[in-house]
């Protein structure tokens, strides 16, 4: 063999070599996550766009029959509640990246009684992983809960009122916000507008901590507000920063958003849990 061949073979050998590792090598580099309100309406698509990827998903849920892609052999389901911290900690390994969707099933048309979910919700997740050794949660919150309402709008917008009568619940996600420094973890804080189940528009736009333009659009479809989410978890851009998640397209109601479309799927899934339990808070 001339030094020209054996030089080739090196060079394709070595091609060939690189092309087997670059898969590996970026597989490897994704964390596998926890996706907790594994039943949220932004779940399926974070889970599917998950999997896809090739990271293995674990997903804790009130209602387990409910997660979707459930077959799939990197899909682990298990049952849980954030108020029963043990159920938090069975699902955790030590190494995953913690993805919280939880939020209560209300409904908007009265008004909510004090909130607790976001603040006790989050304060169990966080003793859990650091229990089990998680390093990273990602939390939802949302458009609007940086500036609570304070005085009852005058006019009855259906979105005006979903402000007023849902003031302890944004209050609640606000507490949230504030406790997310003191919990010894790595956090980003998503703050999502309303999200639409359409395909891919690709036009998230977003503002770090309070820096969101005053009537921004504030919708964003499933697909994108998962692939935005997926991307923070093996990236540490915007630790312990509140991320706004908004587009150009504006909300209208009975246009782009179909109120009462939302609220019997919410209902199909359950009692609301405005009434007098939460009251008793
Ligand atoms: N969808 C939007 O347009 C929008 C806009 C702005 C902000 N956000 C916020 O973004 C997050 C995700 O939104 P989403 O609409 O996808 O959520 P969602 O459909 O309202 O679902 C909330 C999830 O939290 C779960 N949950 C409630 N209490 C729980 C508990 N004690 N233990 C465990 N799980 C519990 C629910 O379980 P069940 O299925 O058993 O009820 C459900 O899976 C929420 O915090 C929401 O408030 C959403």
Redesign the pocket.
Known sequence: MTKFRILAALTSALASALILATPLAFAASQKNIVV????????PEIIKQALEQGRKVIA????PE?VTSAGHPNLKIIK?????PATIESALKGDEVVI??????VDPRVELAAMD??TV?TANIAAAMKKKGNKKLI??????AEHVVTEKPKGTELRDMWLWNGRK?YAD?SAMEKMMPGLGLQYII???????DQPAANNIKIAVDNTAPKGAG?IVT?VDFANFTLTQVDSDQYNSKAVSIFSDVQSEWGKNLDFDAMLKM?QS??PM?NGPAAANK
């Open positions: 907790i309100g594994a039943t949220a309406q932004s779940a804790l849920a009130r209602r409910a849980g509640d954030v108020r029963e919280s969707l939880i939020g209560p099933r979910l976001y919700g939390v939802t919150s949302s458009i609007g619940l996600m998503l703050r999502p507008g309303f999200m639409l504030p499933f919410r899934q359950g849990e």
